[in-house]
T-cell receptor
Framework: QQQVKQSPQSLIVQKGGISIINCAYE??????FPWYQQFPGKGPALLIA?????SEKKEGRFTISFNKSAKQFSLHIMDSQPGDSATYFC???????????FGTGTRLKVLA | KAGVTQTPRYLIKTRGQQVTLSCSPI?????VSWYQQTPGQGLQFLFE???????NKGNFPGRFSGRQFSNSRSEMNVSTLELGDSALYLC?????????????FGPGTRLTVL
């Protein structure tokens, strides 16, 4: 079973702070790395994604940093808001397939 | 455009029974994937269907099966239910074949096995 290891399991951040979630993968064949956000009672929703030929991708307050040599990638949430409180999942997938391998999730709580 | 819909939203069954879950993808989407989500194991890939054919399969026993119809709607069946099958079952749809096409998830079906 190919794994994607995610940390931390839970995270508490003050409003306005930076939330950082890390993931590490094993299989160098993975070619797509999305991050999903899930609110209680809802299905996961795509937040941002990156390909391994790019070291960083930014969309609004969300940034993915990708380190191909270390086989690690991370999600940074700048200026964290209470509305960002959710569970975040990293994932990885192989070329031409939707067989996503998900991390175990990080429960983020942003304090007002 | 309507999102991915899953029915039923909640289901209670007893051990040994079987269950069928339904997923209607976003209009025009041809790929449908199924995932099992549990607190202990997280999100695990069950299988993916494209144009009525199973294209990828995860590491689940044969009790878990699925199918896709010509209108891209998909069903998932679990036979001989076990307590450990209690989970949120998520369906996701996407437009085409590239892994970079966004997968859109439905709200899930919460299955409880007693």
């Amino acid at each position: 079973q190919q794994q994607v290891k995610q940390s931390p399991q839970s995270l508490i951040v003050q409003k306005g702070g930076i939330s950082i979630i890390n993931c590490a993968y094993e299989n160098t064949a993975f070619d797509y790395f999305p991050w999903y956000q899930q609110f209680p009672g809802k299905g996961p929703a795509l937040l941002i994604a990156i390909r391994p030929d790019v070291s960083e991708k930014k969309e609004g307050r969300f940034t993915i940093s990708f380190n191909k040599s270390a086989k690690q990638f991370s999600l940074h949430i700048m200026d964290s808001q209470p509305g960002d409180s959710a569970t975040y999942f990293c994932a990885a997938t192989y070329p031409g397939t939707y067989k996503y391998i998900f991390g175990t999730g990080t429960r983020l709580k942003v304090l007002a | 455009k309507a999102g991915v819909t899953q029915t039923p939203r909640y289901l209670i069954k007893t051990r040994g029974q079987q269950v069928t879950l339904s997923c209607s993808p976003i209009s025009g989407h041809r790929s449908v994937s199924w995932y099992q989500q549990t607190p202990g194991q997280g999100l695990q890939f069950l299988f993916e269907y494209f144009s009525e054919t199973q294209r990828n399969k995860g590491n689940f026993p044969g009790r878990f099966s699925g199918r896709q119809f010509s209108n891209s709607r998909s069903e998932m069946n679990v036979s001989t239910l076990e307590l450990g099958d209690s989970a949120l079952y998520l369906c996701a749809s996407s437009l085409e074949t590239a892994s970079t096409d966004t997968q859109y998830f439905g709200p899930g079906t919460r299955l409880t096995v007693l």
